[in-house]
């Protein structure tokens, strides 16, 4: 079993920033593909931001150049760091992972989700 938590998530004035964490445990061999996902209300769940295992990534346009997503692989930990914070930013954020366990089964996992507001 592998589970996945997220932190960081909070209440944030227009222009500031916030760094999101999302560490795996568990039954786990290997962490390939990390991401980090959001839902809007009344909104479906976007990617926003991906990272492989070897550091290469990508974003949503929408956050292009505001966020950075990275990884330490020794902690089994993902990370986004939202600069910029716009209005528009205001979602659950979920972290997901594509994950190896130690029976070698490949399987998808999500986080619980974190909430960040940003006020105008």
Request: aromatic content about 8%; proline content about 2%; hydrophobic content about 30%.
């Amino acid at each position: 079993q592998v589970q996945l938590v997220e932190s960081g998530g909070g209440l944030v004035q227009s222009g500031g920033s916030l760094r999101l964490s999302c560490t795996a445990s568990g039954n786990i061999f290997r962490i390939d593909n990390m991401a980090w996902y959001r839902q809007a209300p009344g909104k479906e769940r976007e990617l926003v931001a991906g990272i492989t295992r070897t550091d290469i990534t990508n974003y949503a346009d929408s956050v292009k150049g505001r966020f950075t997503i990275s990884r330490d692989n020794a902690k089994k930990t993902v990370y986004l760091d939202i600069n910029s914070l716009k209005p528009e930013d205001t979602a659950v954020y979920y972290c997901h992972a594509n994950v190896l366990t130690t029976i070698l089964r490949r399987n998808d996992y999500w986080g619980q989700g974190t909430q960040v507001t940003v006020s105008s």
